[in-house]
């Protein structure tokens, strides 16, 4: 409840607040609004709510909004009173997060302060019933995050209680409550409304009149010791009058306190029990106005909505599991494969295909397409620290960077191929780290928006050889590499990873962008290709008999014998479907890799969670110093300073 102070001989007049109650017809229109219409503009928009006055005690006073809120001019639900409202939809949780709400606080309490002293509110008191919607919607993930405000000025003084509240018949005779019933329905019925939100009330012992706000001169003539106001109230509370009260009290001390030192209440309670008609649990009270005249500034005001634990916060929904499409089912290709088998491919080995395990990690569109490629799939649900995306040292978060770091490590042990399918650069990184610390073969796709890149990365040796050493069986093992062309009979331990061409370190990549900058569209169907290429590279590289460290194809070797009865066994495949091709290059591993060079994987194998943990929670330059990266760079700017003093000498 809102209380004010004063007077202690007194008891004082407390109100109780708005709830938000925000349908899920609101959060789909939203969706709507903001992919089609919005996008990134984020200026004001008018959206109306509404509160209803007939709900069963024990009920909050809700304030409501729903698929039809973005619509102006759409009729207000029976029985409701309209309140109009400014959503501010941001672009970001940022954004959000660091909006100014007493600035937005400031000008809608300016708005219903002018509406008050031009007499605007007479014409119209709907502009008293102000509210205001803070947004940002994550389309990513569905999740809404969302702040109300129900602006309300404060008076500079208390509001005493003189009388009661007391239920509407210990004042009013059944005759009185039936006439106040019949004003009321004829005002709005003259008025084309189903709900008054406030009216003025004059009563004596046969009759009730009821007129509307601007009436007030005409219908109080006469009147010197006390006015009657209605107002049309969604709390159901014996005690407490609802949060509209606010704002049209402070309508009545600064238009009429000059006139009288009192005013009398009526909360109109309207609600239907067993198919009749019941407003006998209205309240009615008196309150003494403030004596002192109002200032021409703006009186004080507040509003910000507690969140569900009490305190000063926003909300946030989860609409995932109705507005995301359901993953279709799994379903078998073992009978293709044998059918290959019989005429077509009669060498390939069944065996290496059917058998292996593959490990997807990103289940978004090219997540999805490799899955449907491969056609046998477990979910799991879990959350892959990064680089540039700091672990908090308090104990629930940083065990639980833990244990999925665990999970992680464990998956990719008890699996054979590893597939790298996320959005971002950085969540690759620990995958990459763990593989190739595991010596697992890794497959690593990533799209634009026309085109693409697949590739295998290097298989490092197995721990057990020298440091030199080649796989024992590998044809390159007598050969010397560097009297080689550069990119020809590189074998699969010296080829490169996803981010040995890289000079700089992972980071966060998605702080603070805009939904755009978020979007990770492709041609409509890139992510098939692409997904469809990276299980025929895997299938390629366990059809060779080196396995991961086949030595990789290039472009060059499309004319000639392929190695494996399935083609060529590539390091890349990158796409240009703008213009329809597809090349093979080859790219050597990087001593200064951070993610595959020894160093790193040095640090991971002796230190584990500890080395991860300080990746995580530092920014990029330690990766860079510990590769030797920052040492490189400062070499680079240093030899571009020295040659271009040498030109200066000219």
């Not at 002018?114 to 994550?138: H, M, Q, R, W, Y």
């Not at 209205?282 to 403030?290: A, D, G, M, Q, R």
Request: net charge negative; proline share 6%.
């Amino acid at each position: 409840m809102a209380a004010t102070t004063g007077d202690p001989g007194l008891s004082k007049l407390q109100f109780a607040p708005f709830s938000s109650a925000l349908d899920v017809g609101f959060w789909h229109e939203l969706t709507q609004k903001k992919l089609n219409e919005y996008r990134l503009d984020e200026a004001p928009k008018d959206i109306k709510g509404y509160y209803y006055n007939g709900d069963s005690a024990g009920l909050p006073a809700r304030l409501t909004l729903e698929f039809s809120a973005f619509d102006m001019s759409a009729p207000t639900p029976a029985r409701c009173c309209p309140a109009i409202g400014t959503l501010y939809n941001t672009n970001t949780l940022e954004s959000f997060k660091t909006a100014d709400k007493k600035l937005l606080l400031e000008q809608a309490a300016n708005e219903i302060w002018e509406s008050i002293k031009s007499g605007a509110a007479l014409e119209n008191p709907v502009l008293l019933n102000k509210f205001l919607l803070l947004t940002f919607a994550d389309l990513k993930k569905y999740h809404f995050y969302y702040w109300f405000c129900y602006p309300a000025l404060c008076l500079p003084e208390s509001l005493p209680l003189i009388q009661g509240p007391v239920g509407l018949d210990q004042r009013f005779s059944l005759k009185q409550i039936q006439a106040l019933e019949c004003a009321y329905d004829n005002l709005c019925q003259t008025e084309g409304v189903t709900a008054l939100p406030y009216f003025l009330i004059k009563y004596d012992e046969n009759t009730v009149l009821v007129s509307l706000l601007k009436c007030y001169s005409d219908f109080f003539q006469g009147q010197r010791t006390k006015i009657t106001i209605g107002v049309y109230d969604p709390c159901n509370l014996a005690q407490y009058p609802g949060w509209p009260l606010r704002n049209f009290l402070v309508l009545a001390a600064h238009r009429w306190s000059s006139s009288f030192q009192s005013v009398e209440v009526l909360c109109f309670r309207d609600r239907t029990m067993q198919g009749a008609r019941d407003v006998v649990h209205s309240i009615i009270f008196e309150v003494k106005l403030p004596e002192m005249a109002f200032s021409p500034d703006c009186p004080k005001a507040v509003g910000w909505e507690k969140n569900q634990k009490g305190g000063m916060g926003p909300r946030m929904v989860n609409l995932s599991e109705c507005m995301d499409p359901k993953r279709l089912a799994e379903s078998s290709v073992d009978l293709n494969l044998k059918l290959m088998c019989w005429r077509l491919v009669p060498t390939l080995d069944l065996d290496k295909v059917v058998s292996v395990k593959c490990l997807l990690l990103g289940a978004g569109t090219l997540g999805c397409s490799v899955a449907r490629t491969l056609m046998n799939a477990m979910g799991f649900n879990m959350s892959i620290p990064m680089p540039g995306h700091p672990v908090n040292f308090s104990s629930v978060t940083l065990e639980q960077a833990r244990k999925d770091v665990e999970q992680l490590e464990q998956l990719i042990e008890n699996h054979d191929v590893i597939f790298l399918l996320m959005d971002t650069r950085e969540s690759r990184w620990l995958p990459a780290v763990i593989a190739a610390s595991k010596r697992k073969l890794v497959i690593n796709a990533a799209l634009g928006f026309d085109t693409f890149v697949v590739m295998r990365h290097g298989l490092k040796k197995p721990k057990q050889q020298g440091a030199g050493d080649l796989c024992p069986n590998h044809p390159m093992a007598s050969a010397d590499l560097l009297g080689s062309s550069l990119f020809a009979n590189i074998p699969g331990y010296k080829l490169g990873c996803y981010f040995c061409n890289d000079v700089v370190a992972p980071g966060d990549s998605t702080r603070d962008r805009t939904l755009d900058q978020q979007c990770t569209v492709s041609r409509p169907g890139l992510a098939m290709i692409a997904g469809a290429l990276a299980v025929e590279l895997m299938v390629s590289v366990l059809q060779h008999p080196e396995g991961g460290y086949a030595i990789a194809s290039s472009s060059d070797d499309r004319m000639n014998e392929p190695p494996t009865s399935l083609g060529l066994v590539p390091h890349q495949i990158r796409g240009f479907l703008s213009r329809f091709d597809n090349v093979l290059p080859v790219s050597l591993a990087f001593d200064k890799c951070t993610a595959c060079s020894s160093k790193v994987l040095d640090h991971y194998e002796r230190e584990g969670f500890n080395f991860l943990a300080k990746v995580f929670n530092s920014s990029h330059s330690f990766l860079e110093d510990l590769t030797g990266l920052t040492l490189l760079h400062q070499e680079t700017q240093a030899a571009e300073i020295w040659d271009m003093s040498d030109d200066e000498t000219f």
